[in-house]
């Protein structure tokens, strides 16, 4: 499938007390039309700062260093604030992790939507309205006129997450980047909002980048999964490969720290957690080779002389460790 969003070789430094902090390095991927592309990683890999440089919604302290990110052949780095404006929630959104800091506090839910489509559309307050309704139906509430004239401190924290998506597809996007879209929800709701997201990507097509620690959503809903680590890609495939037969250290680790459940039949005692040794690296002082190579336990000479390329060990993998030649 042709690319619907490609970035290149993007490295993206945020400025700091110790020096430039480099938070995306050297990446690339591509989302192509209607594909759901999942985004693993611990916190501090630089998973939103990516978000945030493909929208242009970079802080002051954020400087891209280099690279590219093109959207339908279009050059985002090149573009004016104007043209971004126009772009954003038109054809790329964004759903945000805290929707109680996404949402203005002091504004009805239902205003707040039509104010995206008012955005982008030449349509009478009358139609904006009706349209934000229409959205509200969409994203499952069965009282939309209610949930519209709401504020949001009336709303459970689901609910105010629902408002949110709705605002991201109102205006029918293309692409669709989601930060952790269900991570301050509950586990019943998280499953509900899994639902949502995988019907509305069907029904209206959309491609999603899909950022999450759950590897229940990654797995349910996207096609393939990216793992990152200090600013880097280290691994790609499909989530059955990935989540089933990990190859970079680092993948393996973060699936052994996960919580298991208790085999049948088996011991009373739930089976410890397998942290993953030492702290992520700090950003303004990587060391020159493998950036998990201090925490890795297949560290090898190489590791601490340059850091690893991509390498393809078989067909639909991709990994950066030089255990597979890299």
Known sequence: MPALLEVRDLAVHYDSGHGPALAVDELSLD?????????????????????????????????????????????LLRLSDTELRGLRGAEISIIFQEPVLALNPVRRVGAQVAEVVRAHRRWSPRRCREEALSM???????????????YPHELSGGQRQRVVIAQAIACRPALVLADEPTASLDSTTQAELRALLGTLRS???????????????????????????????????????????????????????LPRLLEPGGSR???????????????????????????????????????PQDTRPAAGRQVRCFKYGG
């Open 31 to 75: 989302v192509a039309d209607g594909e759901v592309v999942g985004l693993l990683g611990e916190s501090g890999c630089g998973k939103t700062t990516l978000l945030l440089a493909i929208l242009g919604l970079l802080p002051g302290s954020a400087h891209v260093l280099s690279g590219s990110i093109r959207f339908r052949g279009r050059e």
């Open 136 to 150: 509200l139906v969409e994203v499952g509430f069965s009282e939309p006129v209610r949930i519209h004239d709401s």
């Open 203 to 257: 029904r209206f097509g959309l491609a999603v980048l899909l950022v999450s620690h759950d590897l229940g959503a990654l797995g349910a809903l996207a096609g393939r999964v990216l793992v990152m680590y200090a600013g880097r890609l280290v691994e790609a495939g499909t989530p059955a490969r990935v989540f089933g037969d990990p190859l970079h250290p680092y993948s393996r680790g973060l699936l052994r720290a």
């Open 269 to 307: 005692e739930p089976p410890g957690l397998e942290p993953i040794t030492g702290s992520s690296p700090d950003l303004a002082r990587l060391p020159p080779g493998c950036a998990f190579e201090p925490r890795c336990p297949d560290r090898l000479p190489a590791c601490t002389e340059r850091p």
